[in-house]
């Protein structure tokens, strides 16, 4: 317990002696903390937009105008029970997709005009069919459709129509994804990168106690441990800062944010992943500090 009061005591003693080193660690460590912060929301944005804009692709299959209803409730009800696959089913009748379409066009006197000279409901009762979100699902959903059991219920399936879309959209997000990981590699080094010679150049400052400590017989722990406490000082006080910067930024944003993506709020999101935020900063805070401060201590001890 003294040997530790002691470590304590030195570490204190480090970042109040440095005190123009330790506020640029801690100034470099709070900025690191806010980017790789910053990158989780962006992302957490970036899979909003992209389930929305997978939520509106999706498949119809076209029944004849004669099918029953419970038929088709029936064909609804097999692809749900893909779970794994299908996401969702939504059953249109004909009543429906005319008062969809009537809603729809109800300014448009022209093809109220096309209506009455067919005399009669155009629509046929369908299904919308939304997959789990690959573009491969929704070819395996068009195949099982055109399965010769549905022949005598199904007029059309419009896949063939939708596939060069649907590709696309998942070409491009996928290509979001990657990019968002790519950025947070690179974004993770350079931070470490940065931290470790802002470390670096701390315990340069100290190498000559080091030295002193060494030769009088001062245990490898003894010597590192100051320095380790030290970054996890350096880790507690930036975490402290993002944590109260994060949410304040989050909660002015919001409203922002919300109205460029609707359904999307920031700081609802920042509250549904507090603990997460609360890890992640911690870990590029305390944990990253203390980690560069225990290897770059190494090289005076020569371990």
């Given at each position: 317990m003294a040997h530790f009061s002691r470590?304590?005591?030195?570490?204190?003693?480090?970042?109040?002696?440095?005190?123009g080193t330790s506020v640029a660690a801690i100034f470099i460590l709070t900025?690191?903390?806010?980017?790789?912060?910053?990158?989780?929301?962006?992302?957490?944005?970036?899979?909003?937009?992209?389930?929305?804009?997978q939520n509106k692709i999706d498949i119809t299959a076209y029944f004849k105008a004669d099918a029953a209803e419970d038929d088709i409730l029936q064909v609804?009800?097999?692809?749900?029970?893909?779970?794994?696959?299908?996401?969702?089913?939504?059953?249109?009748?004909?009543?429906?997709?005319?008062?969809?379409f009537n809603a729809k066009h109800q300014d448009d006197p022209t093809?109220?005009?096309?209506?009455?000279?067919?005399?009669?409901?155009?629509?046929?009762?369908?299904?919308?069919?939304?997959?789990n979100g690959a573009a491969a699902e929704y070819e395996n959903v068009a195949n099982v459709l055109t399965q010769d059991k549905y022949a005598v219920l199904i007029e059309?399936?419009?896949?063939?129509?939708?596939?060069d879309t649907?590709?696309?959209?998942?070409?491009?997000?996928?290509?979001?994804?990657?990019?968002?990981?790519?950025?947070?590699?690179?974004?993770?080094l350079i931070?470490?990168?940065?931290?470790?010679?802002?470390?670096?150049?701390?315990?340069?400052?100290?190498?000559q106690e080091i030295s002193t400590m060494r030769i009088v017989g001062a245990s490898n722990w003894f010597i590192r441990a100051p320095f380790v406490i030290q970054g996890v000082i350096f880790g507690a006080i930036s975490f402290a800062i993002c944590f109260v910067a994060t949410?304040?930024?989050?909660?002015?944003?919001?409203?922002?944010?919300?109205?460029?993506?609707?359904?999307?709020?920031?700081?609802t999101f920042f509250l549904s992943n507090i603990l997460i935020i609360m890890v992640i900063q911690l870990a590029a805070g305390a944990g990253l500090a203390s980690l560069l401060s225990f290897m770059v201590v190494r090289k005076y001890l020569k371990v």
């Open positions: 470590v304590l005591g030195f570490a204190f003693a480090h970042f109040y002696r440095n005190k900025i690191t903390t806010l980017l790789i912060t910053g990158l989780f929301f962006v992302r957490g944005a970036s899979n909003y937009v992209i389930a929305q804009v609804r009800q097999e692809l749900l029970q893909d779970g794994e696959v299908v996401r969702a089913v939504e059953y249109v009748s004909q009543d429906q997709a005319l008062a969809d093809f109220e005009r096309a209506l009455q000279e067919v005399g009669q409901n155009p629509f046929l009762p369908s299904l919308n069919i939304i997959t059309e399936v419009d896949f063939s129509e939708k596939r649907i590709e696309k959209v998942f070409a491009i997000t996928g290509s979001i994804t990657r990019f968002g990981l790519v950025a947070g590699v690179l974004l993770l931070a470490i990168l940065v931290v470790f010679n802002t470390i670096k150049l701390i315990v340069e400052t100290s190498g949410a304040l930024i989050a909660y002015l944003l919001a409203s922002g944010i919300s109205v460029i993506m609707p359904g999307f709020n920031l700081f």
